[in-house]
Each structure stands twice: as structure tokens, then as C-alpha cells.
């Protein structure tokens, strides 16, 4: 893990590089758990926040180009999932289609996170000299977003 610091005093960021193998996504979901058991936040947030990091690692590897990262980013409103890739493609949503056996873990993320997510170009932090593209996803510390219109929605 990288701790490193913050333009904001008030948000704390960490990093784990992730490694293309079958037991990444299980290793991804003990780092969710872990990190997220320690800030007191309700079970059912945490199990949303380990559900959608699964679905954007798994989305990483199967569409996406190494290397590959997992940051949090942790601040007194909100946590933040990200995973970068360096594939320059940016991840879309697949069409409906009951019988697929992928396309829906976008939707996922969509609606757990009540559309506070997306992607954009992101520098690693674990390899500050590269350039991916970060797919991510914030979740409110304290509460629901409820009604409110996120500002940010959409990939």
C-alpha cells in the first residue's frame, strides 16, 4: 500500500498496483473490506463499495491494458474506488441483453452508486510518470445521496 498526500489536508489516498491473476478481484474485495471496516461505515455500504470494485477490476482486465491500480481516496463527505488502466478506450455501457453473460457490471456501478461515477484521464499514483484512463465511483461517508442530481453521472 502507498499512502501519499493530498493537495486537500482533508483527504487521505491510497494505492495497491493489481496484477493481471484469478485471485486479484477476491485479493481487491479484502482490501475493500478492510479499508472501509476501519472508517465505520454501514455493512451495506461496504458491501455496494466491494460489489462495484469487483465489476470495475474485472471490467479493467477484460477490456482494459495494464499495468492496473487500485486507489481510495478517503475525505470527510465521500470515499472514491478508482482503477486505472492504460487502455486509451473508455469503458460503455453494453446493450440490454438478458441472456449475456457480461455488460451489466457498469450498470452496476451506475446504480449503487446513485450515478456518481465515471472515467477520465488519470495520472497513477503508483507509477506517477504513466497515463491511464480511471474508472471509478463515490459513495457518501455519512447517509444517502437520496434525490439529489449528481453533478458528475455518467461514463
Known sequence: MTRLPST????????????????????????VRRELSQ??????????????????????????DGPYELVLQVDA???MWVVVDSSPVLPATAPDDLAAEHGRGLRIVARLSDGFYGCHPQRYVTVPDLVGKATWFALPRHGSTGNVVPIRAGV
Request: no cysteine.
Open 8 to 31: 486537500r489536508r482533508s483527504r487521505m489516498q491510497y494505492a495497491w498496483p493489481l496484477y493481471e491473476d484469478v485471485r486479484t478481484v477476491g485479493r481487491a474485495r479484502v482490501i
Open 39 to 64: 472508517l465505520s461505515l454501514s455493512s451495506e455500504l461496504v458491501d455496494d463499495a466491494v460489489l462495484m470494485v469487483s465489476e470495475l477490476i474485472t471490467n479493467a482486465f477484460m477490456y482494459g
Open 77 to 79: 463527505r465521500e470515499i
